[in-house]
C-alpha cells in the first residue's frame, strides 16, 4: 500500500463511451501526476497538478481532460477514446512542486474497443 | 533531451546476485530511482539516490552511481523468486521554467528468476 489509491483497477469502454479514473492520495502531498503505460514504451507524464493547478499539460490529446478538485484527488475523464489509448494509467504523487519523490498508484487498465 | 535506457530483459538463478543497469544522459539529475513493478500493479519506489552521492546499501539493494559516465546500477543481493518483476530506472531533472521535477523513465529490465 503505497498511500495512493485509483480506482477503478480494470475498465472497459467503448469508443462513443464517457468514463473517469479516479486517483486519490493519503500522503498529504500536494502535487498529483498522471501517467500512460503502453507496452514497449517507456512511462509517458500526460498531466501535472501542484496545489491543485495544472502545471504541465505533455501534448495530451483533448479526448483526455484532466480535473483536480483538491490536493487529495485527481481524476481523469476520458471521452470518445480510440483503441491506441488503450494501456496502463498511473497516477502518482509527491511532496512538493519539485516532484522529487514519487508515489505511485496500482494503476488503471484501461480496454478501449 | 534526456534519454534513459535499460536492457530489457535479466533472467539469474535463485540465491545468485543480480545487477541491472541503467544509463542516463542528463547531467543535471538530481535524483536517481529505482522502481519495481509486479504483474499488474503499479510502481514501488525500491530505492533512489542523490546525485551527489557513489552508493546506497538497504538491505539486499545496493545502488552505484558513476556520475562521469552517466551510469547506475542495482544490485539484488540472495535474489529470490518474488524479485521477478520489472524494474525501472528513472532519473528527475529541473526542468528550465517549469515548477516541478520531472522523471524520466528507462524501458524497464524484466528480471525472472529461476528456481
Known amino acids: 500500500e503505497t498511500g495512493v489509491t485509483q480506482t477503478p483497477r480494470h475498465l472497459v469502454m467503448g469508443m462513443t463511451n464517457k468514463k473517469s479514473l479516479k486517483c486519490e492520495q493519503h500522503?498529504?502531498?500536494?502535487?498529483m501526476y498522471w501517467y500512460k503505460q503502453s507496452a514497449k514504451k517507456p512511462l509517458e507524464l500526460m498531466f501535472v497538478?501542484?496545489?491543485?493547478?495544472?502545471?504541465e499539460n505533455n501534448s495530451v490529446p483533448s479526448r483526455f481532460s484532466p480535473e483536480c478538485p483538491n490536493s487529495s484527488h485527481l481524476f481523469l475523464h476520458l471521452h470518445t477514446l480510440q483503441p491506441e489509448d488503450s494501456a496502463l494509467y498511473l497516477c502518482?504523487?509527491?511532496?512538493?512542486?519539485?516532484?522529487?519523490?514519487?508515489?505511485f498508484g496500482a494503476g488503471t487498465r484501461l480496454s478501449v474497443l | 533531451g534526456e534519454d534513459v535506457e535499460q536492457s530489457l530483459f535479466l533472467s539469474v538463478r535463485e540465491g545468485d546476485s543480480s545487477v541491472i543497469n541503467c544509463t542516463y544522459t542528463d547531467s543535471s539529475s538530481t535524483y536517481l530511482y529505482w522502481y519495481k513493478q509486479e504483474p499488474g500493479a503499479g510502481l514501488q519506489l525500491l530505492t533512489y539516490i542523490f546525485s551527489n552521492m557513489d552508493m546506497k546499501q538497504d538491505q539486499r539493494l545496493t545502488v552505484l552511481l558513476n556520475k562521469k559516465d552517466k551510469h547506475l546500477s542495482l544490485r539484488i543481493a540472495d535474489t529470490q523468486t518474488g524479485d521477478s518483476a520489472i524494474y525501472f530506472c528513472a532519473e528527475s531533472t529541473r526542468a528550465g521554467g517549469t515548477s516541478y521535477g520531472k522523471l524520466t523513465f528507462g524501458q524497464g529490465t524484466i528480471l525472472t528468476v529461476h528456481p
Open positions: 502518482a504523487s509527491s511532496q512538493d512542486s519539485k516532484g522529487n519523490i514519487q508515489y
Open positions: 497538478y501542484n496545489f491543485k493547478e495544472q502545471t
Open positions: 500522503l498529504g502531498h500536494n502535487a
